[in-house]
């Protein structure tokens, strides 16, 4: 699937978990997506904990957590 069809499936809707990015509109967080597989739950594990979760949402997440974290800044600091 390519990135601006992976990136549509972010949703941001101000009534839906406060306004945080989640996943086709479903009360499931990008944030929620990303700490799990930083903990070392598996994709398969997290399909299986979320049955409305698919793959692509999974693909999703990590992709909108690298556009964030590509548009970052990094000044270096003079230390004295």
Same mark, same amino acid.
């Given at each position: 699937?390519?990135? %601006?069809?992976?990136? %549509?499936?972010?949703?941001?809707?101000?009534?839906?978990?406060?306004? %945080?990015?989640?996943?086709?509109?479903?009360?499931?967080?990008?944030?929620?997506?990303?700490?799990?597989?930083?903990?070392?739950?598996?994709?398969?594990?997290?399909?299986?904990?979320?049955?409305?979760?698919?793959?692509?949402?999974?693909?999703?997440?990590?992709?909108?957590?690298?556009?964030?974290?590509?548009?970052?800044?990094? @000044?270096?600091?003079?230390? @004295?």
């Amino acid at each position: 699937m390519e990135t %601006k069809e992976l990136l %549509k499936r972010i949703t941001i809707i101000p009534d839906v978990m406060v306004g %945080k990015p989640t996943i086709r509109g479903l009360r499931i967080t990008v944030e929620q997506v990303l700490r799990a597989i930083a903990s070392g739950v598996t994709r398969e594990d997290l399909l299986e904990d979320y049955p409305e979760l698919e793959m692509e949402d999974i693909s999703a997440a990590l992709l909108y957590a690298v556009e964030l974290v590509s548009e970052e800044q990094v @000044f270096s600091v003079h230390r @004295f």
